[in-house]
């Protein structure tokens, strides 16, 4: 199977590389991989029929959440119409498109149990919004496709949670961390991981289309991640305390109870999903490593 994956220099792109075959073609607008705009159907097709692609593993977004909401029509355009495009690039050439979706789709509900695939999408803002019209389109294109839900993304790359808090926890005294936003961590070398699964799975045989969710076994607020990062890192001189949400005000409401159901892939796919603490662990000696 000839992949492409877009999105290619963030945390997921960058995880996937040590996971997908060497003739892998990897694309972002970073200078790190090779150019393609998503947003051009035009450009896609071209690149589809040059490199002779089975599959986009489609992991670019529109992700700055808070920007979202002063930006409606980028994060559209970003994460429901170009994803539009590569649906319809790999309909046209009977290839399999894998979209990298969001808890985010989820939220106004007051949920209390974890999220299943057949749950109606609620978002609270742009964001999230935007992400389930991505997947709408997708659904709706008659392309072969896989629909991944995934939480609380963190990686050895880029800007996140496990690196923000590893350099705050080292420099200051005190920290406040929200406890009333409940989910699960993802460690993209996890989600990375399972990805190479389905896509062996979808080469051996022909798979239904479908949605699924993936994050880390487990649940914990921020706060309990923060905590342990802390931990894990040494960094025990810094006194985190909880506070609620209302002490970091936003342009738009997170969900407050994300954990996601993994029941369906992991037994679709005969996954065994780490628990979160052992992979942020990994996490940490991989930095520590670098």
């Known amino acids: 199977m000839r992949v492409l994956v877009t999105g290619a220099c963030g945390q997921l792109g960058m995880s996937l590389r040590s996971v997908l075959p060497e003739d892998t073609v990897y694309t972002d607008v970073a200078l790190q991989a090779r150019y393609l705009d998503i947003t051009d159907i035009e450009a896609i097709r071209s690149l589809v029929a040059r490199e002779k692609l089975d599959c986009i593993v489609n992991c670019a977004a529109y992700t700055n959440v808070d920007a979202a909401e002063d930006h409606p029509e980028a994060a559209e355009l970003l994460n429901a119409k170009a994803v539009e495009n590569l649906a319809f690039a790999m309909k046209e050439v009977g290839g399999l498109l894998v979209h990298i979706s969001t808890d985010y789709v989820f939220g106004t509900e007051p949920y209390n149990r974890p999220c299943r695939e057949t749950q109606k999408g609620t978002p609270t803002g742009v964001y999230g919004l935007t992400k389930l019209h991505g997947e709408q389109a997708v659904t709706a294109s008659g392309v072969r496709y896989i629909i991944i839900r995934t939480a609380w993304l963190y990686s050895e790359y880029g800007k996140n949670f496990v690196k923000t808090m590893l350099a705050l926890t080292a420099a200051k005294p005190s920290l406040k961390v929200v406890f009333d936003q409940v989910g699960t961590p993802t460690y993209a070398g996890d989600l990375a991981a399972a990805i190479g699964t389905i896509l062996s799975c979808h080469s051996e045989r022909s798979e ?83």
Not at 255 to 272: E, M, N, Q
């Open 208 to 290: 239904e289309s479908a949605i699924y969710h993936y994050s880390n076994e487990g649940v914990c607020s921020w706060y309990d991640f923060a905590k342990a990062i802390a931990s894990y890192a040494g960094h025990t001189a810094c006194d985190i305390q909880p506070c609620h949400s209302e002490e970091f005000p936003s342009k738009v409401r997170r969900p407050a109870y994300s954990v996601l159901d993994k029941t369906k892939i992991k037994d679709r796919f005969g996954l065994r999903i780490p628990y979160w603490t052992d992979s942020l662990k990994r996490c940490l000696q991989n930095l520590e490593a670098q």
